[in-house]
């Protein structure tokens, strides 16, 4: 079958309307997509061993002989076992196979085959379960290097290879966008060798080429599109916003500041009355004190005669601010205000007329902030919280705000609690400054953290009982909203919807439980954590939303469900949701994994509480794709390139792209323009940043 990139997968042999949906799960439409799905890793199926020499317990290929046609038998409703034994010159195999009858046609007597399983032995008699198979001298899945892919329910890995196979006949009609000089420099192998390899490589060797080429155009393309960011806020003017002495400041506050608190408000002020427009990121530890950082940008700025505002992604959370820095600003003669979707018609226009004629000089917010009917005074601080639910067209939308073209572009400080080894924010806010809170204030207890297996768990359900007697409240974590048999390890996911009614009619009808799930509508989900907030509500259930969410120094207790499913990072974030009083504070991670790896990652999380060495540790396990536990907002996805493992790589690449923009910083030159359309193409979400 001839092909093309555009052509619809539909059109492939064997993918009918129901199987083309399921590709679509995956992201995949048409033939070109298939060639930029990159496998997970890769199985050496090269070595064919006999029976009898095949090593035990790992998955080997055997070559061997069906010396009978499959049986089939039905145990029962639902079950079907296919038997067959194989030999060879020395040795006999005992071979099972699950729910397929069909394979009682697809073996036949006497023909020689590839089995690719687990080999195990009782009694001296081998056996194998549900081996992939290949008949001799037609093979495809065995004798070779396989890749294995990310898969959907009723996607194959056979059938996702067997198709990637048929879409390497036109990679060599994929363009060459990297210039030969950079290629030359580098040492990088060709676009169509690399495609092949980085799915079907010939050796190791030669995957390693493939996979080098393609990270360093992944990584080459993010650093270029970043850097022409930097570039361009480089040539704006900002608010010149002059210092004022910290100590009239910090005499407001009711502690005494952490000596990282203090170096940051000196980054901040240096950058505010530099003339050029601040772009930094503030990152900390849960409860490390970024809102009093946040709190001196908007002093000085008011100081200033200007405005600043400040938007959470929570209706919540954007209230919590205002309760906090209202008092501490207020009496400095610093007007505040609080702007939310949930606000009154009247008091909303209010709110937004003394925005618009200056009478508000700090404004704490949602997204309402970037509504069409909120206009500024003299805007010249915008302040975002948790940074990685808010894009770079947000930030671009309330950055519009600041005044008509020409007018001084506004100052940016970015908040994020998400802790992110420096050299990976350097990267993912590679147009940001990165400043770092690397220290909590005295008196924060650290979160005792727990990892329970099943065994314990009415153990735990007691100890749940036990604070709740105290006056305290619970938080209970679920990866899922509702079941979904399809789902891998579905049956065995804890899930929002049943186990909130299992919790509430089984083990606690004596307490107060609260649902909370992001399917609610935002106005649900905000009365639900007020709810919690005020102490109507003893116990929890909820998914990851309350991840970034609202102070509630009662909660002592937070427990995760199936907590080898999240990343270390995220747990981390779960965890800081307790510990905020005066309480002491338990995290507790329940788990069934019987995976040495996953219970080394909850130990580690249990061992320590500083969030970047927990981060660095969650870089290196899981790679930055799965950083943030979903995409990271307005953010180009990788596919490849792993920032913990490829930071030399990384290196080359942006000393590359520095050197092409400071031989032509728009790539308008024509060797450079189909680089400038693939920056575009990664920035695909925000294409207008570029205008």
Not at 115 to 130: A, D, H, L
Not at 397 to 403: Q, Y
């Amino acid at each position: 079958m001839a092909v093309t990139l555009d052509t619809p997968l539909t059109q492939f042999p064997g993918i009918g309307e129901a199987r083309g949906k399921k590709l679509e799960k995956l992201g995949l439409t048409r033939c070109g997509q298939l060639l930029t799905y990159y496998p997970r890793y890769y199985e050496d199926r090269r070595t064919i061993y006999s029976i009898r020499s095949a090593p035990l317990g790992q998955k080997v290929c055997v070559s061997a002989m069906a010396a009978e046609q499959p049986r089939l038998s039905r145990v029962r409703k639902g079950l079907e076992l296919v038997k067959l034994r194989a030999v060879d010159h020395a040795g006999s195999l005992s071979i099972t196979f699950f729910n397929q009858s069909y394979i009682q046609r697809a073996i036949r007597a006497g023909e020689e085959y590839i089995f690719y399983g687990t080999v195990e032995e009782q009694g001296g008699r081998r056996s194998m379960v549900n081996p992939v198979f290949e008949r001799v001298g037609k093979q495809s899945l065995t004798g070779c290097i396989v890749p294995i892919y990310p898969l959907t329910a009723g996607i194959s890995n056979p059938l996702l290879a067997s198709l990637t196979r048929l879409a390497l006949s036109c990679a060599g009609s994929m363009p060459e966008t990297l210039p030969q000089a950079v290629r030359m420099d580098h040492q990088l192998a060709q676009v169509e060798f690399s495609y092949q390899n980085i799915h079907f490589p010939q050796s190791f060797e030669d995957l390693e080429l493939a996979r080098r080429r393609l990270i360093f155009e992944e990584l080459f393309y993010l650093s270029a599109g970043l850097a022409m960011l930097k570039t361009r806020r480089g040539t704006q003017a900002g608010h010149k916003i002059p210092l004022r002495p910290a100590e009239e400041f910090l005499a407001r506050l009711p502690f005494s500041p952490t000596q990282a608190q203090l170096r940051v408000m000196e980054e901040i002020g240096r950058d505010l009355s530099s003339g050029a427009p601040m772009n930094r990121l503030v990152q900390g530890d849960v409860g490390s004190g970024k809102t009093v950082v946040a709190a001196y940008a908007a002093w000085l700025a008011a100081g200033a005669g200007c405005q600043a505002a400040m938007m959470a992604p929570t209706e919540v959370l954007a209230e919590q601010h205002y309760r906090s820095l209202a008092p501490l600003l207020e009496p400095a003669g610093i007007r505040v205000a609080l702007l939310t979707g949930s606000l009154a018609p009247s008091a909303k226009r209010a709110v937004q007329q003394s925005v618009a004629a200056g009478e508000v000089d700090f404004v704490i917010g949602t997204q309402a902030l970037i509504a069409k009917k909120v206009a500024f005074a003299r805007l010249a601080l915008m302040i975002t919280d948790e940074q990685h639910r808010f894009g770079v067209a947000q930030r671009a939308a309330l950055a519009a705000k600041s005044g008509p073209p020409g007018a001084p572009s506004p100052h940016v400080l970015v908040m994020s609690a998400t802790p992110i080894p420096r050299t990976l924010a350097l990267i993912i806010y590679g147009d940001l400054d990165v400043s770092v809170i690397d220290q909590l204030p005295p008196g924060r207890t650290p979160v005792e953290t727990y990892v329970v297996g099943e065994d314990k768990r009415q153990r735990m359900y007691g100890f749940v009982r036990t604070l709740a007697g105290q006056g305290r409240q619970a938080y209970i974590i679920c990866p899922a909203v509702e079941d979904d048999p399809e789902r891998e390890g579905g049956g065995d996911l804890k899930s929002v919807s049943t186990y909130a009614q299992v919790l509430s009619q089984e083990v606690f009808p004596d307490l107060r439980l609260g649902v909370l799930h992001g399917k609610m509508r935002p106005k649900e989900k905000e009365g639900v954590m007020a709810a919690f907030a005020a102490g109507e509500i003893q116990v929890l259930v909820s998914t990851t939303v309350v991840e970034v969410g609202v102070d509630v120094p009662n909660a002592a207790l937070i427990i995760v469900e199936n907590a080898e499913r999240f990343g270390l990072s995220q747990l981390h974030q779960l965890r800081g949701r307790v510990g905020r009083g005066s309480h002491r504070s338990y995290c507790v991670l329940m788990t069934a994994t019987r995976s040495p790896d996953a219970m080394a990652r909850l130990k580690t999380l249990a061992s320590t509480n500083d969030g970047f060495q927990i981060s660095q540790e969650d870089l290196k396990l899981r790679g930055p794709g799965d950083f943030f536990g979903q995409r990271q907002h307005g953010l180009p996805q990788l596919a490849l390139a792993d920032l913990a493992g490829d930071m030399r790589l990384l290196q080359e690449a942006q000393q590359s792209a520095q050197r092409l923009l400071m031989a032509d910083p728009t790539l308008s030159q024509p060797e450079n323009r189909p680089v400038r359309e693939q920056v575009c193409r990664l920035f695909a979400e925000t294409p207008d940043i570029f205008n």
